[in-house]
């Protein structure tokens, strides 16, 4: 059984910065990899997606805001998250593919991702 665990979240002011972490069981080396949030009311949105050589996407509004990054070594994805926003406030996922690249359209692709961490709570306040 393959375990992401997610840990970083927390509560912070407008403006301010939080890096989350999700180490898997499984490794990072060789497959794609994302953060997804999802807001109270809203639909799960991908933020992020690294595959197993390195390459990055992400959503256009964090573009320049947050930054993806993994340590194979350490078998942990990263999300560094600056200047936060109210409109970042959201339950933060991990997710992990059984394939190393990434789908062209991942971050809007959920089902393309076979394993999930539980969560971690993000709240900006202005």
């Known amino acids: 059984q393959v375990q992401l665990v997610e840990s970083g979240g927390g509560s912070v002011q407008a403006g301010g910065s939080l890096r989350l972490s999700c180490v898997s069981s499984?490794?990072?080396?060789?497959?794609?990899m994302a953060w997804f949030r999802q807001a109270p009311g809203k639909e799960r949105e991908g933020v992020a997606t690294?595959?197993?050589?390195?390459?990055?996407n992400y959503r256009d509004s964090v573009m320049g805001q947050f930054t993806i990054s993994k340590d194979n070594g350490k078998s942990t994805l990263y999300l560094q998250m600056n200047n936060l926003q109210p409109a970042d406030t959201a339950m933060y996922y991990c997710?992990?593919?059984?394939?190393?690249?990434?789908?062209?359209?991942?971050?809007?692709?959920?089902?393309?991702?076979?394993?999930w961490g539980q969560g971690t709570q993000v709240t900006v306040s202005s």
């Open positions: 690294i595959n197993s050589d390195g390459h990055t």
């Open positions: 499984r490794g990072t080396w060789s497959s794609c």
């Open positions: 997710a992990q593919s059984l394939y190393p690249g990434c789908m062209a359209n991942a971050l809007s692709a959920a089902s393309s991702f076979a394993y």
